[in-house]
């Protein structure tokens, strides 16, 4: 292939890397209310975290522990978490209110919409194409980060699942490709030492 058409190749999947990435940002601010962090930390408690300590949702969503911190005062006063004991003395676990439920549906629900009217220009046939190409730029790119990971070149950041419907991408029945590369896949987690996509299980987390 031509280095030219390699140039071109990734001029256009960054173009669209970044308009699809402001669209889904402008579908779950609004939808929410909340903006930056927030929206993907209502998803991952609505549907992996619940219950987890505020580190480990800091983890996921790329924040610091202080703006973790500030992520979850702001969403208690808004009434949609609540802190809870954790499993020792120095941790306090993180819950959605039914307030947070609603709200984490409402930006899964935005988010799904967003990607809608993105794809829609395809018919039937380019989006199966697209589904495959997705998967294995998925799997790569997970391979990447854990590689990463191990030689100690990538420390923490935020989930590359951190906004998804793991229903949609069916992740309960080990069909997600980043949590096949992790060994993550299968049934979400009901235990806090459960693992989610690109999280830490077995394997270093991927980012």
């Known amino acids: 292939m031509s280095d030219a058409r390699v140039r071109r190749e990734g001029q256009l999947l960054g173009a669209l890397s970044l308009a699809v990435a402001d669209e889904l940002r402008a579908a779950v601010e609004g939808a929410s209310g909340q903006v930056a ?3 993907a930390a209502l998803v991952a408690l609505h549907d992996l975290l619940d219950g987890r300590s505020v580190d480990r949702l800091r983890r996921a969503v790329g924040l610091t522990p202080s703006g973790g911190v500030r992520l979850v005062d702001r969403l208690v006063a ?11 003395a120095r941790t306090l676990a993180v819950a959605l209110t039914p307030a947070g439920r609603r709200a ?3 930006v899964l629900a935005a988010r799904a919409a967003a990607v809608e009217a993105v794809l829609e220009p395809l018919d039937d046939d380019e ?3 697209l589904e495959r190409l997705h998967e294995k730029l998925i799997a790569g790119l997970t391979r990447r980060r854990l590689g990463e990971r191990r030689r100690g070149e990538r ?3 935020a989930w590359m699942c951190r906004l998804c419907d793991t229903q949609a991408c069916g992740r309960p029945h080990g069909e997600c490709p980043a949590a096949r590369v992790t060994g993550a896949g299968g049934p979400a987690p009901t235990a806090p030492s459960a693992a989610p996509p690109g999280s830490p299980g077995r394997s270093p987390r991927a980012r």
Not at 78 to 88: F, Q
């Open 155 to 157: 420390g923490d950041a």
């Open 78 to 88: 808004d009434g949609y978490v609540e802190r809870r004991p954790g499993p020792d």
């Open 37 to 39: 962090a927030a929206p």
């Open 127 to 129: 989006r199966a194409t």
């Open 104 to 106: 984490a549906r409402q």
